[in-house]
């Protein structure tokens, strides 16, 4: 990178405590050649990038650090535990090599060397809680699904079975819980979460979403109807966009895409259980649909009942001055006090940093933050990206109408409810294996391999609805359940896990509600918009025409990705300030010009020795010297 490009970055783009910057031993005269030729280097990959990300307490001495960490401590009314804090600010300081440290008791190391180890360990209370957060993210899914049985009977009992205006109201009553999950329950998220923290907050919402599907089930009129998932939309809002915050708060760096994407497990979950329940209660009679409808308060009481057991957020309470009681909580979701030490005082430090530049100390100032200043701004962009992807590639096509679209191929109703129920396994056993990769492989990787075969697979369905009326009944349908399930497997392996647990990762903690309450917003209103038009729509363009445009909505949603998600695997949610320092100039010229022939390359012309250029972002204790051009 240019010395005038770096001297951008530093001095106009990055205020975040000097976040981005490159590489200090680097001399200041390396030119554009000079660095073109370090990252073509073909005799051997670069293990060096050309933005550092850094860790600010290498800034002062082992004593000034040991000395600021012990003060901490004592003036938080930890002052019997100002040594410990001592000890895990040099373990903070260099992470890598903490095995050096002799100030470390062998218990303090082994604990160290234990967790380094043994990435998938952690407390019974870390994944307590992780887990009932999970499970309340099956209301979601299920709520989808009760509807997708609930539309082949409710229709004909309120007269609304019709074409053209009865269509319309059927689509508000399936999406006014979307709409108002996104204009609503998303913006109340941070007077909430002020007044009751993250755990009060989303027993709040638990009640809300216990009540407001029984009153569904108990609905007399279409009105009725409209008005208890109207409140329930609010509540689905408030919760979607807390939850997710609350789990990545929890979670430890290594593994925080694992855990917080148990909530897309559970979002799939509760699609299959929400199938299981419509086709349980098929046989019921007339009062199969207010069933299907009611069973989705389960996983919401379950949620409301077991968040009284769980810590709350360490960082919520950071950030309201209670760190004596943050470090507690902390205490509680890491395996030894030496771990919980080391995460709480370096998110401390990156803290108060944050809040150096800081200035918006209201609701609007700080969601206006979000779109005004360049690094939250850059974060915004990908957030919004993935939530909004997340229905241009129409997966929820399929949550929301896949009964409907069975019927209309020839199944019967409890056939088609029997292929909804397969659609549902489908996306729970092909989300597990991304419990695995998205932590090695990257949201980016995913998303990005992902989207361009869902295309080919919705694409392939419509053109599959084509197929004319044959003998073999099975000829007819089956290649449209096949490649629907296939659409499923690529979503459930990229897009579907990776749109809350990203967009609940990117933002500062003092913007995170507010950046995570516009995300779910677009996310929402967008299924609200999708369920609202989908029934008229595949009237008027036919079923065929419908996929054949949600298709083509996934190359643009791919081509949107490329551009403005960056990738965040296996960074602490602090040093993720950085990865958004770099100008969106910058990141897209650093794709177009070395990773893209790199693809190329290696997968389009099978040169599989060629060498992967140098990342635009890596950890300082990643990289090594490199000497003066």
């Not at 059927?170 to 609503?184: D, E, P, W």
């Not at 807390?242 to 979002?267: D, H, K, N």
């Not at 697979?457 to 290649?479: D, H, K, V, W, Y």
Request: aromatic share 12%; with cysteine.
């Amino acid at each position: 990178m240019a010395e005038k490009d770096i001297d951008t970055i530093n001095d106009q783009e990055s205020p975040l405590y000097g976040a981005l910057h490159n590489n200090e031993k680097l001399t200041e005269k390396v030119d554009q050649t000079a660095h073109t030729e370090l990252v073509d280097n073909t005799a051997r990959r670069s293990s060096v990038a050309m933005n550092i990300v850094e860790n600010p307490l290498q800034r002062g001495s082992r004593e000034a650090v040991v000395a600021d960490a012990r003060a901490f401590a004592e003036s938080n009314g930890m002052a019997d535990q100002a040594s410990l804090f001592g000890r895990a600010a040099l373990v903070a300081r260099d992470p890598k090599r903490f095995e050096m440290l002799s100030e470390l008791n062998q218990e303090e190391r082994d604990a160290l060397i234990y967790e380094r180890d043994h990435k998938w360990h952690g407390p019974k209370m870390l994944w307590y809680s992780i887990g009932l957060c999970a499970i309340g993210a099956a209301t979601q899914g299920w709520d989808q699904t009760g509807s997708n049985g609930a539309n082949l009977s409710f229709p004909q009992e309120f007269g609304i079975s019709g074409k053209g205006h009865d269509e319309w109201i059927v689509g508000l009553i399936n999406s006014i819980i979307f709409l108002t999950a996104g204009l609503i329950g998303a913006f109340i998220v941070d007077p909430l979460n002020k007044w009751f923290g993250r755990r009060g907050e989303i027993f709040i919402t638990a009640l809300c979403l216990t009540a407001t599907p029984i009153g569904s089930g108990f609905a007399k009129s279409w009105q009725g109807l409209f008005a208890a998932r109207f409140i329930m939309g609010i509540g689905i809002g408030a919760k979607n966009a807390t939850v997710p915050i609350y789990s990545a708060e929890m979670a430890p760096a290594r593994i925080r895409g694992a855990l917080v994407m148990f909530w897309q497990l559970w979002v799939v979950i509760g699609i299959f259980l929400g199938f299981c329940a419509n086709v349980i209660v098929k046989d019921t009679g007339d009062i199969a649909w207010r069933l299907q409808l009611g069973s989705a308060f389960i996983p919401s009481f379950i949620l409301g009942v077991g968040i009284y057991f769980c810590p709350e957020s360490p960082r919520w309470l950071m950030k309201n001055n209670r760190n004596a009681q943050g470090f507690e909580s902390m205490v509680a979701l890491r395996d030894h006090p030496i771990i919980a030490a080391r995460d709480y005082y370096y998110s401390f430090v990156i803290y108060e940093e944050e809040k150096k530049v800081a200035v918006g100390s209201t609701y609007f100032t700080r969601m206006w933050d979000c779109f005004r200043i360049p690094r939250i701004r850059r974060a915004n962009y990908g957030a919004s990206t993935v939530m909004i992807a997340q229905q241009m590639c129409g997966i929820n096509i399929i949550s929301f109408y896949s009964s409907t679209i069975f019927e209309n191929v020839g199944y019967t109703g409890t056939q088609a409810l029997y292929a909804s129920l397969g659609y549902g396994a489908v996306q729970v056993v092909f989300t597990i294996p991304t419990l695995f990769l998205i932590d090695t492989k990257g949201r980016r990787t995913l998303t990005m391999i992902t989207f361009p075969l869902m295309c080919l697979f919705l694409l392939a369905a419509g053109l599959s609805l084509l197929m004319p009326n044959t003998e073999s009944r099975g000829a007819q349908i089956g290649p449209v359940v096949l490649f629907v399930y296939l659409f499923t497997i690529c979503y459930s392996l990229g897009e579907g896990p990776v749109a809350f647990q990203y967009s609940a990762e990117v933002f500062p903690t003092i913007q995170r509600e507010q950046g995570m309450a516009w995300a779910v917003c677009i996310n929402n209103t967008f299924a609200g918009v999708l369920s609202l038009t989908f029934p008229r729509m595949k009237t008027v363009m036919t079923p065929t025409g419908a996929f054949g445009f949600y298709a083509g909505l996934n190359l643009i949603a791919w081509f949107m990705i490329f551009c403005f998600v960056r990738e965040t695997k296996q960074l602490t949610l602090e040093e993720l300030d950085q990865v958004f320092s770099v100008p969106t100039k910058t990141f897209i010229g650093y794709e177009l010009k070395y990773m893209v022939p790199y693809w190329c390359k290696r997968w389009l012309l099978w040169q599989r020795s060629t060498p992967k250029p140098a990342p635009i972002i890596e950890k300082a204790d990643h990289t090594e010297t490199v000497p003066a051009a």
